[in-house]
């Protein structure tokens, strides 16, 4: 996967070891290994794994004590091996590893894809006259993603149908208090709109991404189309509302908001509005899906500001995946901020 500059090669597991085990796994690896850190990840770390005859990529667990849900590489590996084949382009899955025996945590390797992955969401780098399709491209790929047949794919068991709202608004406040370290009054009044705004079950089930953003997709090296969906650590079964809101945070972010798209001059940029992603991704949806409203926003919204404040408190505690983990925490209070303007829009 073509994407961030590769750093510097992790210290904390033994690649020799490493590699005597891959080769005991995957017939033909030729030539030494080079492992290179792939920068930007804020989640599960993941590497560039490079032998003379094979690009692959590993991701694992961070070191160190992590919350129960929280990364789930074995979910994640999963979840590819199920959409092999599928409408939905994702890595091929290799190997999954769920000891800590090998590398100190558990692990999966999967072939590198080569594309282009962008940081922000005004897609840097790419051609003006190429936006436009790749955002819709980025939109009729979440279509496709809600329309798998999630039974036959053998993933009944991946999460429970129907009350979705319910239970994430329950986990992520959850999850917020296991690792709450400082009062954030906006965040404690979000928690409490979307914990007494959670609309009635409306029996709508699929398979959701969970991170579904710009940054998460990878594209094609000259055509812009998507051809790899990458990171699904925290995909489940739920609502494809939440997915579709978490999206759409993009428009409603700004520039220094994770990298969104609020206050550029999307005519300049070649890049569609909101309205114009949403409905081509209800244009790809093969059967009627429920509407956007103001309480899936405000709850993408609470779920982002609850994720960035688990970054803030490994950047406290010295185990946070990357570098600028402490910075991008901060984001929480600002993601929070957003979610208080969206319940106060009525």
Not at 43 to 69: D, H, W
Not at 184 to 212: C, F, K, M, Q, S
Not at 302 to 310: H, M, N, Q, S, T
Request: glycine share 8%.
């Amino acid at each position: 996967m073509t994407g961030p500059p590769p750093g510097d090669a992790a210290p904390e597991f033994d690649l020799a070891r490493l590699d005597g085990f891959l080769r005991s796994r995957v017939p033909g690896l030729d030539g030494a290994p080079v492992l290179a850190r792939i920068s930007g990840g804020q989640s599960n770390p993941t590497f560039f794994l490079t032998y003379a005859n094979r690009r692959l990529v590993l991701r694992k667990k961070p070191p160190g004590e992590t919350l129960p849900s929280a990364h789930a590489v074995d979910r994640e590996a999963r979840v590819l091996q199920a959409l092999a084949g599928s409408a939905v382009p994702v890595p091929p899955v290799l190997l999954f590893h769920a000891e800590a025996d090998v590398i100190g945590t558990p692990f999966y390797v999967m072939e590198r894809v080569e594309g282009r992955v962008f940081q922000t969401a005004d897609l840097p780098g790419a051609p003006r006259a190429q936006r436009h399709a790749m955002v819709m491209s980025f939109a009729e790929t979440l279509a496709r993603l809600h329309e798998v047949d999630w039974q036959a794919a053998g993933l009944g068991d991946f999460g429970r149908p129907g009350s979705y709202f319910a239970r994430q608004v329950a986990r992520w406040t959850r999850q917020w208090e296991a690792q709450r370290f400082r009062d954030i009054p906006d965040l404690a009044r979000l928690a409490a709109w979307v914990g007494a705004n959670i609309p009635e079950d409306d029996g709508e089930t699929a398979l959701v991404h969970g991170d579904y953003r710009l940054g998460n997709v990878l594209f094609h090296p000259e055509q812009p189309h998507v051809v790899a969906v990458l990171d699904w650590e925290l995909s489940t079964l739920g609502h494809p509302l939440a997915d579709m809101a978490y999206a759409a945070m993009t428009w409603r972010s700004a520039p220094e908001e994770y990298g969104g798209l609020l206050g550029l001059d999307l005519e300049a940029l070649g890049m569609p509005g909101e309205e114009a992603f949403v409905a081509r991704y209800y244009a790809a949806r093969t059967r009627p899906a429920p509407r956007l409203t103001r309480f899936h926003m405000a709850f993408a919204q609470f779920r982002f500001a609850v994720i960035l404040e688990g970054i803030a408190a490994r950047a406290r505690s010295g185990t946070a995946a990357s570098a600028d983990a402490l910075a991008v925490g901060e984001l929480s209070k600002a993601y929070a901020a957003r979610g208080c303007a969206t319940i106060d829009a009525g």
